[in-house]
């Protein structure tokens, strides 16, 4: 028999997308799976649905927590999940037939510790944009080492930073776990366990679906100082990889950096008088680190003129910056 593999799908207040989600897994293809629904502490009916969905299949385990985050959601389910293997899917988002199928044999074929798949967005009107187009080979797979695929991910040319659309051995989660920010969790899960793997098998197909709308944490525009845990998380694999300064593996992590502190700013400064501290600290990562992007030629156009505004300062950024986004 195949090995168990786990779904771990944290549940917050979707009544309107779980049924979805959970329908397209209990249609897999690779039929051996534990499906585990952890209800954050739910206000709307989807404790119940999550309740009801699994008196139909007995693949699906439900927890029950106060809410406390997605990632205590994650860490939970992590300690009590019992597959060889294991994936993460967003409780509004759904999968393909053959997502866990085609993870699964990619990994194995390859002999690797990853596999990532690509995906479609779901946008607002419902139309799909394929993302991390690999080749004109659905079958294509392209195995790099965990560094390289740092690498590429850093500079979004070979699979996203969300620790969905991904099967991970069980064991890269020995004494790792999912940290308490409200944004930026993915990517350090994805940083760190890439960093774990010796290899990683990139798919081509797109079997996740990843689905946009207004109430998801990304599209919120309230409380602006969740976005500063990007600013965390970039501080944090940067203290790790700062000895590397002269590879072009750090310039793709200064890369991003640079792209996601420029973003928080531009978040941060529509509260005046507030994140003062925090507000100077981008500044201060924006001088430290724009030199690795400035003469990077893989770095996004748009980035390295960001930079180059930025040595004249930061009030000359914001005024190109409004006038460009009107």
Not at 195 to 204: E, Q, S, V, Y
Request: with cysteine.
């Amino acid at each position: 028999m195949n090995p168990l593999i786990s779904i771990i799908i944290p549940v917050y207040n979707v009544e309107n997308y779980i049924e979805k989600c959970v329908e397209s897994l209990i249609g897999q293809t690779y039929k051996n799976i534990e499906i585990i629904l952890i209800n954050d502490g739910s206000t709307d009916t989807s404790g119940s649905i999550c309740d009801n969905l699994a008196k139909t299949d007995d693949r699906i385990v439900v927890m029950h927590q106060e809410n406390a985050g997605v990632s205590a959601a994650r860490n939970n389910a992590l300690d009590i999940m019992k597959g060889e293997f294991v994936t993460f899917i967003d409780s509004d988002d759904y999968v393909g037939t053959q997502f866990i199928e085609c993870l699964y044999n990619a990994l194995v074929a390859n002999n690797a510790d990853i596999s990532t798949c690509g995906h479609y967005r779901v946008e607002f009107d419902g139309t799909l944009k394929k993302i991390y187009h690999l080749s004109d080979n659905p079958e294509a797979v392209i195995c790099l080492s965990g560094k390289d695929s740092i690498m590429n991910m850093f500079y979004e040319k070979i699979c996203s930073a969300s620790s969905g659309s991904k099967l991970y051995k069980r064991e890269l989660f020995d004494n790792l776990r999912y940290p308490g920010y409200v944004m930026g969790e993915d990517t350090f899960i994805v940083y760190h366990t890439f960093k774990k793997a010796n290899l990683i098998a990139h798919t081509n197909k797109p079997l996740y679906y990843y689905v946009q709308h207004s109430a998801s944490v990304t599209n919120s525009k309230c409380n602006y100082f969740k976005f500063y845990d990007y600013v965390r998380l970039y501080d944090h694999i940067v203290s790790i990889e700062n000895n590397d300064q002269k590879s072009e593996y750090f310039k793709s992590i200064a890369n991003r950096l640079i792209e996601n502190n420029f973003w928080v700013y531009m978040k941060l400064r529509n509260c005046p008088n507030m994140f003062n501290t925090e507000k100077k600290h981008i500044e201060d990562n924006i001088k430290r680190y724009r030199k690795f992007v400035i003469n990077n030629p893989k770095a996004k156009p748009r980035i390295r003129i960001a930079c180059l505004l930025s040595c004249c300062g930061m009030n000359i950024l914001k005024l190109v910056y409004d006038n460009v986004s009107k």
